[in-house]
């Protein structure tokens, strides 16, 4: 297990975090575009069906209920989740394949993610994205058109235990308030040249 976990955490990955809306996937795509040779976004697992144009491997690795439990519960994933119905994680294998290509490892995950990998031997660094607000927040995700007043209850309140978590002193490594996108993502990529590279190598 020792040796498995030095493979895993030879260059330190970065863990993203952020209620929905906060822009944290927007962020998170331009530093994969800035520097492609140098992170690589873990692609999690899933058990809900692709959607139109998702391709297996890509945009998720699609796969059924008892693989995925039988293989949380052998040890085979770092973070695993339940949303509407559906099982989510990030395996360790994952990770691995991503340290071994030398490049350091992005995992996008939610704050039960983020606690979960407290619990391993990762050792990434982790970052959170804030809203400015709960009001601007909740702006955003009305302007996506993409929710019911029900979705987005659930997701504000959601978002609120979130924000909760990612203000507590010690949780984060950086907390970026992503007010005026240029900005919190200048922010970012000071934080990542200052340290997430430099551990790096």
């Known amino acids: 297990m020792a040796a498995e976990a030095v493979a895993i955490s030879k260059l330190r990955p970065l863990v993203l975090c952020g209620p929905s809306g906060s822009g944290k996937s927007t962020l998170l795509q331009r530093i994969l575009k800035e520097y492609p040779d140098r992170f690589s976004l873990s692609v ?3 058990t809900r069906k692709p959607r139109p144009g998702e391709v297996d491997g890509v945009h998720y690795h699609f796969t059924d209920s008892s693989n995925m439990e039988k ?4 040890g085979k ?3 695993s ?3 509407s119905g559906n099982l989510y994680g990030t395996s360790k294998e994952s990770v691995r394949k991503i340290a071994e290509e030398g490049k350091i490892c992005i995992l996008d995950v939610e704050v039960n993610g983020v606690r979960q990998i407290k619990q391993t031997d990762l050792n990434p660094w982790y970052v959170f994205i804030k809203p400015p607000s ?3 927040l909740e702006e955003r995700l009305r ?3 993409t929710e019911t007043e029900d979705s987005l209850r659930k997701r504000l309140d959601t978002a609120h235990i979130e924000m909760e978590y990612g203000m507590q002193p010690g949780n984060f490594d950086k907390i970026i308030v992503n007010d005026v996108l240029e900005v919190a993502y200048e922010e970012l990529k ?3 040249s200052e340290n997430v590279l430099i551990s790096g190598h």
């Open 44 to 46: 999690s697992h899933t």
């Open 71 to 74: 293989a949380i519960s052998e």
């Open 77 to 79: 994933f770092i973070e």
């Open 81 to 83: 989740a339940k949303f």
């Open 134 to 136: 709960l009001a601007v």
């Open 143 to 145: 302007a996506r058109k």
């Open 190 to 192: 000071q934080f990542i």
